[in-house]
């Protein structure tokens, strides 16, 4: 549903807002390398793709985590 809603985003009316939508973007991305990595640990019989994905997966979220916490320490959001 994520690449859909990616789809309908980039090439529909609200073409214009595409831009503050990347977040649709990664999480389409991120469920691609769960569905890959599903399909190497199965057929490789290791854990060592899922350990990956997931290690991919925790520094998607540190790196997204650090500029809500740095947004969040700007003299701006003080006022909101």
Do not use: K
Request: hydrophobic residues 60%.
């Amino acid at each position: 549903t994520n690449m859909a809603c990616l789809i309908m985003v980039s090439r529909g009316i609200f073409a214009h807002q595409a831009g503050p939508c990347s977040h649709v973007r990664s999480h389409a991305i991120l469920n691609a390398v769960i569905i890959l990595a599903a399909f190497l640990t199965w057929a490789s019989g290791t854990m060592w793709p899922d350990v990956l994905a997931g290690l991919g997966i925790l520094y998607m979220n540190a790196d997204a985590a650090e500029h809500v916490w740095l947004a969040a320490r700007l003299p701006s959001a003080a006022s909101v």
